[in-house]
């Protein structure tokens, strides 16, 4: 299914759909900005990145496009948890080496730094 036709389904149907402060956002796992947008969607585009946090660091999970099919195979995860300038040379070398939309890496660069700073003032 190509990926505006899954978006086409479920821009106003999904259950990750959540609507605060006049704005319209999203719980799905790999939107890095939690917007609900195509753009950023995590449930429509073929190659997808997540940042999460983890117990020992930062969870680092791609989705790539040749695997769709197959879920388990499709989708590989890392913890990382060298510190914030090691992590954030392993998320760029790792998009890079496999072509992802550059506002992706910007976002989730984004996304790791703040999740380590926070992790590191608690």
Same mark, same amino acid.
């Given at each position: 299914?190509?990926?505006?036709?899954?978006?086409?389904?479920?821009?106003?149907?999904?259950?990750?759909?959540?609507?605060?402060?006049?704005?319209?956002?999203?719980?799905?796992?790999?939107?890095?900005?939690?917007?609900?947008?195509?753009?950023?969607?995590?449930?429509?585009?073929? +190659?997808?990145?997540?940042?999460?946090?983890?117990? $020992? &660091? =930062?969870?680092? @999970?791609?989705?790539?496009? %040749?695997?769709?099919?197959?879920?388990? +195979?499709?989708?590989?995860?890392?913890?990382?948890? $060298? &510190? =914030?300038?090691? @992590?954030?040379?392993?998320? %760029?070398?790792?998009?890079?080496?496999?072509?992802?939309?550059?506002?992706?890496?910007?976002?989730?660069?984004?996304?790791? @730094?703040?999740?380590?700073?926070?992790?590191?003032?608690?």
């Amino acid at each position: 299914m190509t990926d505006m036709l899954t978006w086409a389904l479920i821009r106003k149907n999904s259950s990750k759909r959540v609507a605060r402060q006049g704005k319209i956002l999203s719980r799905e796992s790999n939107n890095l900005r939690n917007l609900h947008t195509p753009r950023f969607s995590g449930l429509t585009n073929a +190659k997808t990145v997540g940042v999460n946090p983890s117990g $020992k &660091g =930062i969870a680092f @999970t791609m989705t790539s496009a %040749k695997n769709q099919t197959k879920p388990k +195979k499709a989708t590989t995860t890392q913890v990382l948890n $060298k &510190g =914030i300038r090691r @992590t954030n040379k392993t998320i %760029k070398k790792s998009l890079a080496a496999r072509n992802y939309r550059h506002d992706l890496v910007r976002a989730a660069l984004e996304r790791a @730094t703040k999740i380590n700073k926070s992790s590191v003032a608690n």
